[in-house]
């Protein structure tokens, strides 16, 4: 079993959170290597957590541990859930942060950003998928706090999951879990594809849910904000100004050259964004 965990949450770094977290898993396997995905996630935002853990688990090893923790139902009736993938193993609250992992195995039911997407549904799991609800308190600290189940429930989970021990010894085994509709581009009436932004990094650069396999090729014209942008560049150094690439993770990007694209434009998560390809 692999030792690498990591930790993706939004916490932040104010308070000692992260650090309690870490001291819980050392405390158990002080072999852990921890790394940090994120702890800038928005409060409460599932849904950007569940983009970010997406755009880094598959660049760790095979079967690495990651823990995700962005869990507005804490204490709550919601479950905590172990769930293994050809490629890693995930340990979070049943509550849709691991939406994006399921979409890369299988499809996931699409949704417009403009929309609620905080609407659970519960999907029965295809072959590739094995998972537990985290329901045996011998692995647990205690007691155990009602708000701080990162520390005291998978804190210990996962730092057990390192040492080698089944996901079934923490809990019975299931076959299902909810996931959150997750926004994906369409076709307008022209047959243009009309997407959204996702995510805004900390340049200041837009992230859109357009994939590069969803361009039909760099001569296009890309709308955003009010604003034209013509063709796809490279690399960020290649032009001045306003420009669109396909970026690191595989999704169309809007960037400012030595700028913030965001402050630029005034855009935000959930703004529309036009592919019009060229006649």
Same mark, same amino acid.
């Given at each position: &079993? ?6 993706? =949450? ?19 396997? !002080? ?54 993938? !050809? ?47 985290? =329901?045996? !308190? ?46 994906? !581009? ?29 361009? =039909?090729?760099?001569?296009? &014209? ?20 306003? &420009? ?36």
């Amino acid at each position: &079993m692999s030792s690498i965990i990591t930790l993706t =949450t939004d916490f932040g770094y104010e308070d000692a959170y992260v650090a309690v977290v870490k001291g819980a898993i050392l405390s158990i396997n !002080p072999e852990a290597n921890i790394i940090d995905i994120s702890h800038s996630i928005k409060p409460q935002n599932i849904i950007q957590a569940a983009f970010i853990l997406s755009t880094a688990y598959r660049y760790f090893p095979k079967q690495t541990i990651h823990v995700a923790i962005v869990d507005p139902g804490v204490g709550s009736e919601r479950q905590g859930i172990i769930l293994k993938t !050809p490629s890693a193993i995930f340990v979070a609250p049943d509550n849709g942060i691991l939406s994006y992992i399921i979409d890369d195995l299988f499809s996931v039911e699409s949704c417009s950003l403009t929309e609620q997407t905080h609407d659970l549904k519960e999907i029965v799991f295809k072959k590739g998928l094995e998972a537990a609800a985290i =329901t045996d !308190p011998r692995f647990w600290r205690h007691p155990v706090s009602p708000t701080f189940h990162g520390r005291d429930i998978f804190a210990p989970v996962a730092a057990g999951l390192s040492l080698g021990i089944s996901p079934y010894e923490f809990g019975e085994k299931i076959n299902s879990l909810h996931i959150l509709p997750i926004p994906k !581009p369409t076709l307008d009436t022209e047959g243009n594809l009309v997407g959204r932004v996702l995510h805004v990094d900390r340049f200041g650069t837009l992230i859109t849910n357009i994939k590069s396999n969803d361009l =039909t090729g760099k001569n296009i &014209m890309i709308e955003v904000a009010g604003y034209c942008i013509q063709g796809i560049s490279d690399y960020y150094a290649q032009k001045e100004g306003i &420009m669109a690439i396909v970026g690191s993770s595989g999704y169309l990007e809007v960037s400012l050259r030595d700028g913030s694209a965001c402050d630029f434009l005034g855009a935000i998560v959930g703004d529309e964004i036009k592919v019009i390809s060229a006649a």
